[in-house]
């Protein structure tokens, strides 16, 4: 085990066979942690795969299914052949580094300095998987639409905006999703217009201009109790979002989106290395994961009618340059 550790009393060794409480080595701990800190982990499903590269293959249905045909006593139904096609997908590498040094033992931190830089490690994995998966779910929108007014603003029709997008998605011929496939609905939304989200839903009349005037605030319900209300949806608010002024809605399912992580017992994700002459202890991390969009079909490999999207709710952030 090349990625065995000892903190204070607790260690993944087990000499006496009996399991420790924390039997859990250097890999699984950053696991566990990008895991619990990941908060795009509801949209996809976590899959592993014991391979870098993958095709899967779909049948060329009409809406993902065979239409019997309704026959006569002793008649047989028409013959229907099953053809298929297929998407290619590969997993990405990324790598990281955990290291203690020979002076923390002798302060007798060593134990505090590990744990920390596996919470470090956890935690950037898991920006590293959310990124992955926001990046794949951004691309693959089956549904585009541009939002009414910035959310917030004094055109905003937030309500508007996600009916629209669900029209929409029932108006095309392709689509596969029911009534109740909305219950499931997460919308992800940049997270600096919270407040507009949750502002009390206003009511207006329009004088002989036909400008609307707001005459009252109704202390009923806002727009995401009314979307939560009406169609059961879920809100997130992402902190990414604020740099591409989108909103992203998905309808998790077995057939919307798959995160993949390389399980292989020839790819240890752990490397111990006992560096002399810099006096340290390092523990390298190497994952690959990926993520694939199930396609709508065969003409549109790269979308999926279970994700949508609304650009333009809100004025895109400018990403901070890295020092």
Not at 83 to 100: H, I, W
Not at 210 to 227: G, I, R, Y
Not at 241 to 251: D, K, M, P, Q
Request: aromatic share 10%.
């Amino acid at each position: 085990m090349t990625d065995a550790y000892t903190l204070g009393a607790y260690t993944s060794a087990d000499a006496d066979g009996l399991i420790k409480p924390a039997d859990l080595t250097i890999a699984r701990m950053v696991n566990n942690v990008a895991q619990y800190e990941m908060r795009m982990k509801d949209a996809v499903n976590f899959r592993d795969m014991n391979r870098l590269d993958d095709q899967m293959i779909f049948p060329k249905f009409t809406n993902q299914y065979l239409l019997p045909d309704e026959t006569n006593e002793g008649a047989r139904p028409r013959a229907q052949t099953i053809e298929y096609y297929g998407k290619q997908f590969s997993l990405e590498k990324f790598s990281s580094e955990v290291k203690a040094t020979y002076e923390s033992s002798i302060r007798y931190d060593r134990e505090q300095q590990i744990m920390q830089t596996i919470l470090g490690s956890g935690k950037g994995y898991a920006r590293a998987k959310d990124l992955n998966i926001l990046k794949a779910i951004r691309g693959g929108a089956g549904i585009v639409n541009a939002a009414t007014g910035t959310w917030g603003g004094s055109s905003e029709d937030i309500v508007g905006d996600i009916g629209g997008l669900i029209d929409d998605l029932f108006s095309s011929e392709k689509c596969n999703i029911s009534e109740d496939d909305l219950n499931r609905m997460i919308i992800y939304y940049p997270s600096k217009v919270y407040s507009a989200v949750r502002d009390p839903i206003k009511t207006f009349q329009t004088d002989s201009a036909a400008k609307p005037v707001t005459t009252t605030k109704m202390q009923m319900e806002t727009d995401l109790d009314w979307a939560r209300n009406t169609y059961g949806i879920t809100w997130k608010a992402l902190q990414d979002l604020n740099y591409t002024g989108e909103a992203i809605a998905v309808i998790p399912g077995p057939f919307t989106a798959d995160h993949y992580t390389l399980r292989n017992p020839n790819f240890p994700e752990v490397a111990y290395i006992k560096d002399e002459e810099h006096q340290v202890e390092k523990w390298i991390n190497h994952r690959y994961h990926g993520t694939f969009i199930y396609p709508a079909n065969e003409d549109n490999l790269e979308i999926s009618y279970n994700i949508l999207k609304l650009t333009g709710v809100c004025a895109a952030t400018t990403y901070p340059a890295r020092a």
